[in-house]
């Protein structure tokens, strides 16, 4: 238990400062001029780490041990967070985010795979529920901190460089059971999403969403005439949707199947964004409607990761997911970019323009390779 209480705690603790950091920095760059394509560029930086730092992970993680690079990926993210308000050229800020992301990246990919290690077959969904919920009260609980400090100053950052230095007091008293992760799966990548291209292309769609919402949701507020406070809620609203739906979901698609689950929550996601519009200018109704909406696109991700584990295990385990946080990184770095480009030439409902795209596209591939497949039966994760 104390391993599975050390990586969720601290893995909620850097969702914490991630959702923390995320609209604070694209709050300071709009405030300083920047354009919405500028910051979701600058934002698409840690999913660019995504996709060239996992692949070394698992040679890392087996040569030094689970703890040891999980400490050196917070530390690394703390010293680079602590720069942020100094440095005043934003230009500067795309190497400060690559390396901020690096860290990053590096500590979801290992707390994921942690995750699974002590996870069996019997216990695994529940324990992704557990994460993912635990983990989306983290991501709830950052902006209602930036609401509480101001985006000015340094205290933001200040308080983000205090938190994760606590992840690591965590992981340190967790890292005499943390699991031997690493090693190497005979597999390539892409046999991985021939096999499953439902689960990857949820992840993907997921990422996408969550990045784009986390980039600029609050900058979106802003733009619809919501003063800073109530805009940077609108993620706490995000998080907290997301922390109180995943356990159900979760059950959800035990009963009834990974994949009908995956369809419900991307069609839900497409109903989610054509209303977004209608309750921008009214911040109850904007926080009720984001509640549910993003609630249920979560559990995309928490489907996705529980087909997965159902599926693969020992290296292949290891290395599916490392083949997910991949995906997942394909996703965050496009999504930035495509809510930037959609809300300045759709100014400002592009952003819900292209997230009711994006799930729209999701449910139709999926529903179609439903239709090829056998419907699939709780924890089986065949056809998807």
Not at 30 to 40: L, N
Not at 278 to 285: D, I, Q, S, V, Y
Not at 355 to 370: D, K, P, T
């Amino acid at each position: 238990m104390r391993s599975i209480a050390a990586v969720v705690a601290g893995a909620s603790i850097v969702g914490l400062v991630l959702s923390l950091t995320l609209p604070l920095l694209a709050i300071r760059m709009e405030e300083a001029g920047a354009s919405a394509t500028f910051i979701g560029a600058n934002s698409a930086m840690p999913a660019l780490a995504i996709l060239l730092v996992t692949p070394f992970l698992p040679r890392l993680l087996g040569r030094f041990g689970t703890a040891p690079v999980l400490m050196w990926c917070l530390l690394l993210t703390a010293g680079t967070l602590a720069l942020f308000h100094p440095v005043e050229n934003l230009w500067w800020w795309f190497p400060l985010r690559f390396l901020n992301g690096i860290g990053i990246v590096s500590i979801f990919v290992i707390s994921e795979s942690w995750i699974q290690a002590v996870a069996t077959r019997e216990t695994r969904g529940r324990l992704v529920a557990l994460y993912t919920t635990c983990f989306s009260v983290g991501w709830a609980g950052g902006p209602a901190i930036l609401a509480t400090l101001g985006t000015q100053g340094a205290a933001p950052f200040a308080a983000g460089v205090v938190l994760i230095l606590s992840a690591a007091g965590v992981i340190a008293w967790g890292r005499d059971v943390a699991p031997r992760l690493g090693g190497r799966s005979p597999r390539a990548a892409w046999s991985f999403l021939a096999e499953r291209p439902a689960v990857f292309g949820a992840i993907i769609c997921f990422s996408a969403i969550e990045a784009g919402i986390f980039t600029l949701l609050p900058v979106y507020g802003l733009r619809v005439g919501l003063a800073e406070g109530p805009a940077a809620l609108t993620l706490t609203a995000v998080g907290l949707g997301s922390a109180a739906l995943q356990y159900p979901i979760g059950m959800l698609s035990d009963r009834i199947g990974r994949h009908p689950v995956l369809v419900l929550c991307a069609l839900t996601g497409v109903a989610g964004a054509v209303s977004l519009p209608a309750f921008a200018g009214n911040p109850p109704l904007l926080y009720a409607s984001m509640f549910l909406w993003a609630g249920v696109v979560a559990g995309l991700y928490t489907t996705a990761m529980a087909a997965l584990g159902d599926t693969y295990e020992g290296a292949d385990l290891v290395a599916a997911t490392a083949t997910f946080t991949v995906m997942y990184g394909i996703g965050a770095l496009a999504g930035p970019p495509l809510a930037g480009l959609s809300m300045d030439a759709l100014d400002p409902h592009g952003l819900a323009v292209m997230l009711g795209a994006i799930c729209a596209v999701y449910a139709v591939l999926a529903g179609v390779r439903g239709m090829r497949s056998r419907r699939l039966t709780s924890g089986a994760g065949e056809g998807m």
